[in-house]
């Protein structure tokens, strides 16, 4: 009689396979799947991050009314901006993993710098309107902007509208009137004296 004789040691090696796989899987799907939303103060990450030095002389407005009486010349302009946790995006990784204000700033810098080279292609002299678009979905503050960290980089998703001229002034401005005050008033001349002669003085009696 034959008998079949099966090698213990496989199916412990393929469990051993699958519960390694498992604790990867795991230990990776956080990291994958973190997905924070954040809402970032505009003043506060300009301040911290190059965007003056990246506008130079463009105007940037926030919030959907900004862009109001202004003279369009590229609508609807979506630019996404990417932070990562590497050295000014080259190199090594930070030694220390940069907070999720941090990363964000550093996607905000990157969107503004989309949105500037844009604005300067097409001759536009300010950026207005500007919005968070994260995956079409409509953020509208003028002064905050939304933001998604991960575990190694964040993402901020902006929607802008290019112009040419300063908000809210008319291309051609009417002409100031300049006020002139009133002469004054004229003051009438006293009348010329007038001279009655004087009598004739008499002659002396003869003695």
């Known amino acids: 009689m034959n008998f079949l004789v099966q090698n213990p040691s496989r199916p412990i090696r393929a469990a051993a396979a699958i519960a390694v796989a498992t604790a990867l899987a795991l230990l990776g799907s956080p990291a994958q799947a973190r997905n924070v939303r954040l809402m970032e103060s505009v003043p506060d990450t300009i301040r911290v991050s190059r965007v003056h030095d990246i506008l130079g002389d463009l105007d940037l407005r926030f919030g959907g009314d900004s862009g109001r009486g202004a003279n369009i010349v590229r609508r609807d302009v979506v630019v ?12 090594d990784d930070d030694k220390v993993r940069p907070s999720d204000h941090d990363l964000c700033a550093r996607a905000f810098e990157d969107a503004i710098t989309q949105l500037a080279f844009a604005a300067r292609g097409a001759r536009a002299t300010a950026i207005v309107g500007v919005v968070s678009n994260y995956e079409g979905r409509l953020f509208d503050d003028p002064g905050h902007f939304e933001c ?24 051609v401005s009417p002409p100031v009137p300049v006020y002139s005050p009133p002469p004054p ?22 003695n």
């Open 80 to 91: 996404k901006g990417v932070g990562t946790t590497k050295l000014h995006d080259v190199g």
């Open 148 to 171: 998604h960290a991960g575990a190694l980089k964040a993402a901020v998703t902006l929607r802008a509208q290019l112009a040419i001229d300063p908000v809210g002034v008319p291309v």
């Open 185 to 206: 008033a004229a003051v009438p001349l006293p009348p010329a004296p007038t001279f009655q002669p004087l009598p004739p003085v008499p002659a002396p009696a003869p």
